[in-house]
Structure formats: structure tokens, C-alpha cells
């Protein structure tokens, strides 16, 4: 089974600029989570998402490296049936001529 997350959008402050310290911005997740479905385990997205938001609201990563690796071993600590994750975090608005994103995979 396939859990789509997808255009997760957040305000909050990521980033390692001084402007990024102080004002919030937009973040965009996407996540695919591939499991092992059965009826006594199955994934609840909605806390995925919880997950990813508090983790981002209160963490206030310097480094999108950082929040991956965090918010990728959170997930994959309270759903072992997860058989592959991929989270990409998208900072939309960082430069006024692209989109900047960041992603990782789990096996």
C-alpha cells in the first residue's frame, strides 16, 4: 500500500540566513510512504502529518538535511511496517526565480 502526502503547506522558520532565523516561510512537504498493509496495522496519515508539522513548527531546523533526517526517523520509528519513505520539503519563495527543494529517500 502507497500513502501520498501531498502539498503539506507550512509556515514556519527553516533556514540558516539571518532573515530565516526571524520571519517565517513557506514550506512545501510531499511524502510517499510505502507499507505493508494488513487490517491491525495500517498507517494513520493524519498522524504523519502531525509529525511533520510539529517537527518543523518546533524545531526550527537550520538545514533541511537536518529536518529529513529528523522527521524521516521519527516516521519510520513510530511505523515499522514502513517499507520505504520519501520526504521532500520544498522552500518555494527563498528565491524569487526558482523553487529549492531538498528530499530523501528510506529503504
Known amino acids: 500500500m502507497t500513502i501520498h502526502i501531498e ?22 512537504v510531499e511524502t510517499k510512504i510505502n507499507y505493508n498493509y494488513t ?10 502529518i502531525n509529525i511533520i508539522e510539529n517537527s518543523l513548527k518546533e524545531q526550527r531546523y537550520r538545514l533541511l538535511e ?5 522527521i524521516g526517523a521519527k516516521i519510520i520509528n513510530d511505523f515499522p511496517q514502513i517499507v520505504s519513505l520519501y520526504i521532500k520539503i520544498s522552500k518555494p519563495d527563498i528565491i524569487t526565480n526558482a523553487s529549492v527543494a531538498l528530499s530523501k529517500e528510506w529503504k
Do not use: M
Not at 487490517?39 to 498522524?47: G, V, W
Open 39 to 48: 487490517e491491525e496495522q495500517f498507517i494513520d496519515y493524519t498522524s504523519v
Open 7 to 28: 502539498r503539506l503547506t507550512l509556515n514556519v522558520i527553516i533556514g540558516i540566513l539571518d532573515f530565516e532565523r526571524t520571519s517565517k516561510q513557506k514550506v512545501i
Open 66 to 70: 537536518d529536518a529529513l533526517n529528523s
